[in-house]
C-alpha cells in the first residue's frame, strides 16, 4: 500500500528481509563470529537480550552463513519442551523416529550423529530458541546431552536463545553444573541513536528508498520511543509510513510521528 506511494520495491520494515540484507551492527558480527567459533569448535553457548533485540533474526542470519556442505543445523523453540519431546524434534529434523524411552531416544540421537559425523562429516549445529522458558529438568537433560565418551568431547554443538531472564536463571546456585559447561556467551543490546538511524537507513535502502523519508527529529522520536529495540522501530515506522501516504507525505517528521503514536500506538 505505501509502497508504491514512496516508490519503494520491497517492504523495508517486514520480518521477511533476506538475511544478507540486514542491518549489521558491531554487535551482531561480534556474535556472528562467536557462534561461528561455537559450530567449528563444537562448543556450548547461550544468547540472551531483552525482546525485540533480535535474537532470532541472529539465528537466521547465523543459521545462513553455514556451510551445508559441513553443517546441520537443528531448530527447536517451544515452551513447554520436554526431554522427549526434544530428542523426538530433533531425531524426526534428522529424518528419523525416536524411540519411545528418554534413554533410549538419547542414545538413537548420539548414535546418528556419530554417523553423520563420521561418515559424512557433517557437524550437528542445535540451537534451541526461547530457552528462558524451559524448565530445570529441561536445562539439566543440555547438560547430559553435551556428554560423550566420558565428557572426552561434545557431540555437536549447542546454543541455547532466550531473554535475559535466562541469564539470571543460569546464575542461581541451582544451575551451577549447567553455567560452568556454557563456554561462550552472547548479550544482544538496544541499538544507540546512530545504530537505529542506521539500521532503518539500511532497511529503507534495500526497499528501493532513493531519498530520505524521515527527518532527523522524526529519528529521534522513534528512538526515544523504541528505545533502540529493532522490533519497535519496525513497528512505528511501518505505522508511519501508512500514516504518511494516507495523508499524501513525502516526508515524515517529528510531528507525525508523535500523531502515530498518541492515536495509533498508545
Same mark, same amino acid.
Given at each position: 500500500?505505501?509502497?508504491? *506511494? ?21 554487535? &551482531? ?11 567449528? @569448535?563444537q562448543? *556450548?553457548?547461550v ?7 533480535? #535474537?532470532?533474526?541472529?539465528? @537466521?542470519? *547465523?543459521?545462513?552463513? &553455514? ?16 526431554? @522427549?519431546?526434544?530428542? #523426538? ?10 524411540k519411545?524411552?528418554? %534413554? ?9 550423529i556419530?554417523?553423520? @559425523? %563420521? ?13 528462558? &522458558? ?5 536445562l ?6 553435551? $556428554?560423550?565418551?566420558?565428557d ?9 536463545? %532466550?531473554? $535475559?531472564?535466562?541469564?539470571?536463571r ?6 551451577? !553444573? ?17 545504530? !537505529? ?7 529503507? !535502502? ?27 522501530? $519496525? ?11 494516507? $495523508? %499524501? ?17 498508545s
Open positions: 500500500m505505501y509502497e508504491s *506511494f514512496y516508490g519503494l520495491s520491497h517492504t523495508p520494515f517486514s520480518r521477511d528481509i533476506p538475511t544478507d540484507k540486514l542491518y549489521l551492527s558491531s554487535i &551482531l558480527e561480534e556474535t556472528l563470529g562467536r557462534l561461528e567459533y561455537a559450530a567449528e @569448535r562448543l *556450548f553457548a544468547i540472551t537480550g531483552d525482546c525485540g533485540t533480535g #535474537k532470532t533474526t541472529t539465528i @537466521r542470519r *547465523f543459521a545462513k552463513t &553455514l556451510d551445508p556442505a559441513k553443517y546441520r543445523i537443528l531448530y527447536l523453540s517451544d515452551s513447554k519442551l520436554t526431554p @522427549r519431546h526434544f530428542y #523426538k524434534g530433533m531425531l524426526e529434523q534428522l529424518g528419523y523416529e525416536s519411545f524411552y528418554r %534413554g533410549d531416544a538419547k542414545r538413537q540421537l548420539h548414535r546418528e556419530e554417523l553423520m @559425523r %563420521g561418515i559424512h562429516q557433517l557437524q550437528v549445529v542445535v540451537v534451541v530458541d526461547e530457552a528462558h &522458558l524451559l524448565d530445570k529438568e529441561m539439566e537433560e543440555v547438560r547430559f546431552l553435551l $556428554n560423550m565418551k566420558m572426552a568431547e561434545s557431540p555437536m554443538a549447542l546454543i541455547l536463545v %532466550g531473554q $535475559n531472564e535466562l541469564w539470571d543460569l546464575h542461581l546456585q541451582a544451575y551451577t !553444573a549447567i553455567r560452568q559447561r556454557i563456554d561462550l556467551q552472547c548479550k544482544l543490546s538496544h541499538y544507540d541513536r546512530a545504530e !537505529a538511524q542506521s539500521y532503518m537507513k539500511q532497511h529503507l !535502502a534495500y526497499s528501493g528508498a532513493t531519498s530520505d523519508i524521515f527527518s532527523d527529529q522524526a529519528i529521534d522520536d522513534i528512538y526515544r520511543y523504541s528505545s533502540g529495540a529493532a522490533r519497535l522501530i $519496525n513497528k512505528l515506522c511501518t505505522h508511519c509510513l501508512l500514516y504518511g501516504s494516507q $495523508n %499524501g507525505h513525502r516526508i515524515i517528521d517529528d510531528r507525525m510521528v508523535k500523531r502515530v503514536i498518541e492515536g495509533e500506538l
